[in-house]
């Protein structure tokens, strides 16, 4: 038996379903190397405008429930164009493996395709083989690594 991957646009009744998820992703970021930068830099779904968090997100859903989410974000770079930025992609434990993440991740492709931008971006963090192999599968790949020091400390 095999499940296809619905992806569309986010709703308010899935705004509960997609802060949970938010978090379960959160609980596993906490215990990644540089997850901690990553959590005081990127503010839980449950604090943002729920506006904001429908306006920018995705679901993936199986039988109208929802397993995974997507959340971009889009930058006007002067010298450069419009960017997507993928803040959080993240597909339920027990729905993994299945094509989510694959399919949430060309939706959003396409959807900053026709917004015409002229890139889209993503993170990782150091370790984070799942969500590197899910990029790279998309032919997203590494231009930057940033690297840091905590001082005074």
Avoid at 22 to 44: F, M, Y
Avoid at 69 to 96: K, P, Q, W
């Amino acid at each position: 038996m095999s499940i296809e991957p619905v992806i569309r646009h986010a709703r308010h009744d899935d705004l509960a379903v997609i802060v949970d998820l938010d978090g379960s992703a959160r609980e596993i970021v906490a215990s990644q190397r540089g997850g901690r930068n990553w959590l005081i830099e990127h503010a839980p779904a449950k604090f943002l405008h729920p506006d904001d968090v429908i306006d920018h997100s995705w679901v993936g859903t199986v039988d109208e429930h929802v397993v995974g989410f997507l959340r971009c974000t889009f930058e006007e770079i002067d010298t450069y164009g419009l960017v997507c930025s993928v803040e959080r992609v993240f597909v339920h434990e027990n729905a993994r493996e299945l094509g989510f993440g694959d399919a949430l991740l060309q939706h959003a492709i396409e959807h900053a395709t026709n917004l015409g931008c002229v890139a889209i971006e993503g993170n990782a963090l150091p370790g984070d083989r799942q969500t590197k192999n899910l990029y790279e599968r998309a032919g997203i790949v590494a231009r930057k690594i940033i690297v840091s020091r905590p001082l005074n400390q």
